[in-house]
């Protein structure tokens, strides 16, 4: 069955609570819309895409510029992935495909992929490598720059 409000069949004080129901709810709607209901995941320094953003961030970065079909840029990408879960929160990783990042490569006058590029947390490039780098060159690096694996960082 359908119920339909029409202004002829309510008294002009009922007509106006309804009225104002209606725009509380939408209001309620649309602020519920607009803020997610669930609950908030905590954010993760790996969730960060672009260099601009990771350096902002006031943490040591690590961006790797390559291609999804280079040879080394395929078999680092576990040890990235990797290094991601272990420093998140100390340091931000990011892989920069030059597909989608060609602007960013030339501004950081990209030769060759892959290349690393470790800033320090004043958005400084303090150390650059090209070609395959292994998870033990990459700790190493970091604990240049004082970020450390085992909890510690300075």
Request: overall charge positive; hydrophobic content about 40%.
């Amino acid at each position: 069955m359908y119920f339909r409000l029409n202004k002829r069949d309510l008294s002009m004080n009922t007509f106006m609570e309804y009225q104002w129901l209606m725009i509380i709810a939408t209001v309620f709607i649309l602020v519920m819309s607009l803020t997610s209901c669930s609950p908030k995941k905590e954010t993760s320094t790996q969730d960060v895409t672009n260099l601009e953003t990771a350096l902002k961030s006031g943490v040591p970065v690590l961006a790797d510029f390559g291609r999804g079909f280079c040879i080394p840029c395929r078999k680092m990408k576990p040890i990235l992935e990797e290094c991601q879960r272990e420093y998140d929160g100390k340091a931000i990783i990011l892989f920069l495909d030059l597909k989608d990042h060609m602007e960013e490569a030339k501004k950081q006058k990209i030769r060759l992929i892959p290349t690393q590029i470790f800033f320090d947390k004043n958005k400084k490039e303090v150390y650059r490598h090209e070609g395959f780098m292994s998870k033990e060159e990459i700790v190493k690096a970091f604990e240049k720059i004082g970020v450390k694996l085992d909890g510690k960082s300075s």
